[in-house]
C-alpha cells in the first residue's frame, strides 16, 4: 500500500542521505533540531531533484530566516528549512496513510493522505514564523531599554563605543539584542571598522528602530558634532510610546482571544440549566 511504498521510499533515501550529509546538519542544535538525523533522506531527494525554492514566497522565508540566523547563514538555513518541508511531507503521508490503513479507509483515505502531506508541508514554515516573531518581540522589547542606558552613559562622559561596552559587558541577561551587541563589540576588536561592525548590527537585526538608530551612529561618525544625544532622545521617545502602543495592542488582542472560550462555556452553562426545563416540559407536552 501508499504507507509501505511511501515508508520504503524514505528510507532507501535516508541510507544514501546519512553516508553523504550527516556532517552537514552535524552544526544544527540539539534541542532546536531533535529530528536531524532524519532530515539525511529529505535532502538526498532535494540534491537529485535539484528542488529550490522561488519567487515572492521564498523572498519572504529567506527574510525570515536571515532575522532568526542571520545573513552570513541565510544559504545553509535556507537549505535545512528545505529539507525540513520535505521530511515533514513524508512524516504527514506516512503517518495519515497507517491511520488510513487502520481505519480501512478507502478513496476519503487518498484525500486525507494528501492534505497531510501538505498541511505537514507548512508545519515548517510556521515553526519558523514563530521563530521570527519571538525574535522581533524581544528585540524590540529590550531595545528602549538599551537606548535610555546608552544615553545615561553618554552623558556621563562616554562615548558610543564605550557605552555599548559596558551596556554588553555588564548585562547578564542573554536575550537577543544583547547578544548582538556583543557581536558588535566582538567584531570591532577583531578589526571591523564601527561604521561597518553597525550596519551588519542593523542587518543581522532587520528591525526599523534599530536600523534608524545605526544611521544615526553612522552619520555622527562622518559628521561629528552633539547633535547626537539630541537624536537619540529624540528615538529613545518614540521608542517608549511604540512599546506602549504594542502593550496596549496585545492586552486588547488577549482580550479578545479569551472572549471565545468565555462564550463557550456561558453557552454550556446555559445549556446545562435549561436542558432539564425544556425536557421536562417535554414530557408535561
Known amino acids: 500500500g501508499i504507507f509501505g511504498n511511501i515508508s520504503i521510499l524514505y528510507v532507501i533515501f535516508q541510507v544514501k542521505g546519512t553516508k553523504t550529509y550527516k556532517d552537514f546538519f552535524s552544526p544544527l542544535d540539539e534541542k532546536e533540531y531533535s529530528y536531524k538525523s532524519f532530515l539525511y533522506g529529505a535532502l538526498a531527494i532535494i540534491e537529485l531533484l535539484n528542488i529550490k525554492g522561488q519567487g515572492q514566497y521564498q523572498a519572504k522565508l529567506n527574510q525570515k530566516i536571515a532575522m532568526v540566523y542571520g545573513k552570513r547563514k541565510l ?21 495519515s496513510s497507517l491511520l488510513c490503513l487502520l481505519a480501512k479507509a478507502d478513496f476519503t483515505g487518498l484525500i486525507i493522505i494528501l492534505a497531510s502531506g501538505t498541511g505537514f508541508f507548512f508545519l515548517a514554515d510556521k515553526s519558523l514564523q514563530d521563530q521570527y516573531s519571538k525574535r522581533k518581540f524581544q528585540l524590540e522589547r529590550d531595545f528602549p531599554h538599551f537606548l535610555s542606558k546608552l544615553i545615561l552613559l553618554m552623558n556621563a562622559g562616554l562615548n558610543i563605543r564605550q557605552a555599548i561596552s559596558r551596556i554588553a559587558s555588564d548585562t547578564t541577561v542573554n536575550t537577543q539584542l544583547y547578544s548582538e551587541l556583543r557581536a558588535v563589540i566582538t567584531d570591532i576588536e577583531a578589526g571591523l571598522s564601527e561604521n561597518e561592525a553597525y550596519s551588519a548590527f542593523a542587518e543581522r537585526c532587520k528591525l526599523k528602530q534599530i536600523s534608524n538608530f545605526v544611521s544615526i551612529l553612522q552619520q555622527n561618525i562622518k559628521l561629528g558634532g552633539n547633535q547626537i544625544l539630541f537624536e537619540l532622545r529624540r528615538m529613545n521617545t518614540e521608542c517608549w ?13 488577549a482580550s479578545s482571544k479569551l472572549m471565545f472560550p468565555l462564550s463557550i462555556m456561558l453557552l454550556a452553562i446555559i445549556i446545562i440549566c435549561v436542558a432539564p426545563v425544556i425536557i421536562e416540559l417535554g414530557s408535561v407536552f
Open 241 to 253: 510610546e511604540m512599546r506602549k502602543n504594542t502593550a496596549r495592542q496585545l492586552g486588547e488582542t
Open 75 to 95: 544559504s545553509y538555513y535556507s537549505k535545512v528549512h528545505l529539507s525540513v518541508k520535505i521530511f515533514y511531507i513524508f512524516l504527514g503521508i506516512i503517518l
